[in-house]
């Protein structure tokens, strides 16, 4: 027995002290130095202070991490809302198509994401295609900016992680005995009723998952309200980056880090904590286990 | 009869609206006009261009180094990981599950910050050396839960029947795990790679003064403007990924 | 008789196979209708034609004068208790039987009250609050049955409901089925391949093969005179002795011979006497169903009797049921099924053993003429 607890700690050793140091530990640093001063040329100070957490009562902050938290929160409605049908047509297709219309779903995904991000730019561009039909189709006028706001921010955010979101909640229809869709129907319910009131119901780990797959990363947004966002438009992401680039503030950078990791960690430890109540009581319910 | 199209009317929106971008660029990379308002004829220019671009072609070569190496080590470590997380239950593996399964779920602009810190604190100048250590933290973590769901399915009797049979570690290595456990290992490997060609955000955090890789090129190009030949070079980059990803595929494929 | 559920001409085909053919069904109000048949008959087609999951190729469904043909399922006054009860698992036992009414907005007091109603009625109402997979089979059964008549249709259909039970909760719980519909007096349609659930429960019933209704009638009237050699042996068991008439007259018997029943190298057929269930001509051929325990098997030979028959052979395998005991007896070529019920303390006598010599005997009465080709 001895002799088996020994290979058991060399073995997990290497992957284990590589995450604690670069992972852990950094994770770790960045709470501790916020409370640090800001060194004068950039870098950090050499006092531990309070100051850095004050600086962030300027109401600039709260009004970014409000505006991050409500972005976020738009787009993961916007994809579970457009996730829901689709996860529901393919897990209604025949066995042998399903495999390829996910693969038509995920292959927009294997794209390098600032390319994906270049081409709704150059869409979105004030003289582009899109502009010139929707004008023409009397939806915009000429002067109109598709770009650098709000809206061209969540459109390219639910783009990104609309194909996060359809896959677990297809994971989750697969499971889901069609059959019981049938006994709502028979009972009254019409197709939107039985959809809203049993299939949805019915794949909600599968929504619960895709809520924690596609909230927590949007949180962290930079390059895409860098790059298709305005001034009106930042979020937490993209303030860390300018202290990081443009005053080498990293104190301050830290502590905006730290608001961002407890706006991360609280929906994660809720959402892992809701998925195990969901799956045990799921498990013993009926055995429809998702 | 009507709500029952909703379904497949929405997933053929999705389908439309996640392939427009990608087609246009497409289309816009063999346009002659410098800018993308108007087509004033098809042509290759722009992969010409492409090809002379000398900064271009050292990104290129600097990300697939990073990618390279990168990919190695964390397919060693992330095997290594994977294996123990399958085999052990103890509370040490607690520990070590939720250390490989954190880099997942944080945004990565948090893991780039935190990595940023660190070197600074312990003033390593930042270089292609700082950005390599990064990209390993996180592809660990995805290396290891593709062979971990490979290893689910692996039929333990195998190795206990070598073991009776007298077989050491090292033979049940090279002559059982490796063949069967070889295609989950490669796929995972392709993954780790693709993640590192394709990681912006950590990698612009941790470069040098002067370190270029594709992606920040095009950041950096985007940044100032939006230059045709972008087209080019995302069509070609696509490309190339979805060589990749269908090579892996061909790889996880479970055998009939 | 009034048809108050009335099919007519319904026909349903999938791709090359006819799963339906041209059916006629009439159902009356509050009885309860069994459609028997083997796997593959179309019972199940018909009932989804009913619920109206499926559309009929041609043909009209009538519920009450009604034309439901194109009506969608959601709107028909036809409830389903499906084969695995299809229960809801996200909701409880009480949420379950309350769907039908929450979705069709009934007030809230209302919902409230037929629920108890209904949670009385299937005694189930201690268990009301905990989901599915809490409880067994049989009470899933039950909540199935509750939630679809909570909404008071004019039809409720049952798709092998027993199929999942154990043989001592079936019969408990065709009880239950019974009592429920004295309770509830609504029409049901029971879909089974099961003849003892199909004929213990129902008023009438149907036998389907093929696409085709074979035979309608009471249980007692399928049994004892079924009207081809599908219903005749797809029911209970039975012995054909056919062959052509070879004497008639007027008097209300017939002499068939048939053949195979011969001793030895007796290879001529044996003259059995029947009743003329019909006018019959001479060199007509006919199939005669003798029911097992329509046959008297003893040792010695019985007397004489006008109008009974007696055949001897030899006992090849006998299959001791417990309240009877079934023989197979080898008579000539061929083996002929008899059953003996044990009026009396068995063993006080000697039980009738393997190889020994019986004999068989029957009255001519109790022989069914079955009519060839549907005539």
Redesign the interface.
């Known amino acids: 027995m001895r002799r088996f607890r020994w290979t058991e700690w060399i073995l997990t050793a290497p992957p284990l002290l590589w995450l604690i140091a670069f992972f852990a530990l950094p994770t770790g640093l960045i709470l501790l130095l916020s409370f640090r001063s800001a060194a004068v040329h950039g870098g950090i100070g050499p006092e531990w202070t309070l100051n850095t957490w004050k600086s962030l009562a300027d109401p600039v902050y709260p009004a970014i991490i409000w505006r991050t938290l409500w972005l976020s929160a738009a787009c993961t409605g916007a994809c579970i809302a457009m996730g829901l049908p689709v996860a529901y047509w393919i897990a209604r297709l025949p066995r042998r198509v399903r495999s390829w219309a996910l693969l038509l779903i995920i292959l927009p995904f294997w794209t390098n994401f600032l390319i994906r991000i270049f081409a709704w730019r150059t869409l979105l561009h004030p003289d582009g295609a899109l502009k010139a039909l929707l004008v023409w189709l009397g939806l915009a006028e000429v002067n109109d900016q598709l770009l650098y706001n709000q809206w061209a921010v969540l459109l390219v955010l639910v783009y990104t992680h609309l194909p996060f979101a359809i896959l677990p909640l297809y994971a989750a229809a697969e499971r889901f005995d069609f059959g019981l869709l049938d006994a709502a129907r028979d009972l009254g319910a019409t197709r939107g009723q039985a959809f809203a009131r049993v299939f949805v119901p019915g794949v909600r780990v599968g929504m619960l998952t895709a809520l924690l797959i596609v909230f927590i990363p949007a949180l962290g947004s930079y390059a895409i309200p860098e790059l298709v966002g305005g001034p009106g438009s930042e979020m937490i992401g993209n303030k860390i980056a300018q202290r990081i680039f443009n005053d080498r503030n990293l104190p301050l950078a830290s502590a905006l880090s730290v608001v961002l990791a407890v706006a991360v960690f609280l929906p994660l430890m809720l959402g892992v904590w809701l998925r195990k109540r969901l799956g045990d009581g799921l498990v013993s319910r009926g055995g429809h286990l998702s | 009869?009507k709500?029952?199209r909703?379904?497949?009317l929405?997933?053929l929106l999705?389908?439309i609206?996640?392939?427009?971008?990608?087609g246009?660029?497409v289309l816009?990379s063999f346009n002659q006009a410098r800018?993308?308002?108007d087509w004033t004829g098809f042509s290759f220019r722009w992969y010409s261009e492409l090809w002379a671009r000398r900064d271009i072609h050292e990104a290129t070569w600097n990300t697939l180094r990073i990618a390279m190496t990168a990919t190695a080590i964390s397919m060693?470590?992330?095997s290594?990981?994977a294996?123990?997380l399958h085999?052990?239950s103890?509370r040490?593996?607690q520990?070590?599950r939720s250390?490989?399964y954190?880099?997942l779920?944080?945004?990565?602009?948090?893991?780039g910050?935190?990595?940023?810190?660190?070197f600074?604190?312990l003033n390593v100048p930042l270089s292609f050396n700082t950005i390599i250590?990064?990209h390993?933290?996180f592809c660990?973590s995805y290396v290891?839960l593709v062979l971990l769901g490979r290893l689910q399915d692996f039929d333990e009797s195998m190795i206990e029947a070598a073991r009776d049979l007298g077989a050491g570690w090292g033979t049940i290595l090279r002559r059982i795990l490796l063949p069967l456990l070889g295609p989950g290992l490669a796929a995972g490997g392709l993954l780790a790679f693709?993640l590192s060609?394709?990681d912006?955000?950590i990698t612009f955090?941790l470069a040098g003064p002067g370190d270029t890789t594709?992606?920040i090129k095009?950041?950096s190009m985007?940044?100032r403007s939006?230059p045709q030949i972008?087209?080019a070079l995302?069509v070609i980059?696509?490309s190339v990924?979805?060589a990749i990803?269908i090579l892996s595929?061909r790889l996880i494929r479970p055998k009939p | 008789m009034d048809a108050f559920i009335e099919l007519r001409g319904v026909s349903k085909r999938f791709g090359e196979l006819v799963a339906v053919k041209n059916t006629d069904l009439i159902l009356r109000k509050g009885e309860v209708f069994s459609l028997l048949g083997p796997s593959g008959c179309g019972k199940t087609t018909l009932l989804r034609l009913l619920a109206g999951f499926l559309t009929p190729d041609a043909g009209e469904i009538m519920v009450n004068g009604r034309d439901l043909t194109k009506v969608p399922p959601n709107r028909r006054p036809i409830n389903t208790v499906f084969q695995n009860y299809a229960l809801f698992p996200h909701l409880t036992i009480r949420g379950n039987i309350a769907f039908g009414l929450e979705v069709a907005r009934r007030p809230k007091a209302e919902i409230r009250r037929e629920v108890e109603r209904m949670l009385d009625l299937i005694q189930m109402t201690a268990h009301a609050d905990k989901r599915p997979g809490e409880i067994s089979g049989g009470q899933k059964q039950r909540v199935a049955i509750a939630r679809a008549l909570i909404n008071k249709p004019a039809l409720l259909l049952l798709d092998e409901p027993l199929a999942a039970l154990d043989l001592k909760l079936r019969q408990r719980m065709l009880l239950e089925l019974d009592r429920i519909h004295d309770e509830v007096g609504i029409t049901f349609l029971y879909v089974t391949h099961d003849q003892g659930e199909a004929m213990s429960l129902s008023d009438r019933l149907a036998v389907m093969d093929q696409g085709q209704i074979e035979q309608t009638g009471t249980p007692a009237e399928i049994y004892e005179s079924p009207r081809s050699r599908f219903v005749a042996d797809f029911i209970g068991d039975t012995n054909f002795l056919s062959g052509p008439v070879s004497h008639v007259d007027d008097s209300a018997y017939v002499r068939l011979a048939v053949d195979g029943l011969g001793a030895g190298a007796d290879r001529n057929p044996t003259e059995l006497l029947a009743w003329k269930d019909r006018e019959l001509k001479a060199g007509e051929f006919v199939n005669l169903s003798l029911r097992p325990e329509k046959i008297i098997v003893s040792r010695e030979r019985p007397p004489e009797q006008p109008q009974r028959n007696i055949l001897n052979g030899i006992v090849e395998d006998k299959i001791y049921l417990g309240a009877q005991t079934q023989f197979r007896v080898r008579v000539g070529d061929r083996v002929v099924t008899a059953q003996q019920q044990h009026n009396h303390f068995l063993l006080d006598t000697r039980p009738i053993s393997w190889n020994e010599s019986v004999w068989l005997s029957w009255h001519a009465d109790d022989g069914y003429m079955i009519v060839e080709d549907g005539t």
């Open positions: 009869m709500l029952s909703m379904p497949l929405v997933s999705v389908l609206f996640f392939y427009l971008p990608m246009m660029l816009q800018f993308g308002g060693v470590l992330g290594v990981a294996w123990c085999r052990y103890s040490l593996q520990l070590h250390l490989v954190a880099p779920v944080i945004p990565d602009i948090l893991m910050i935190s990595l940023l810190l660190l600074v604190h250590v990064a390993i933290t660990v290891a693709t060609i394709d912006f955000v955090l594709l992606p095009i950041f985007m940044r939006s972008i087209n995302s980059f696509m990924t979805f990803v595929q």
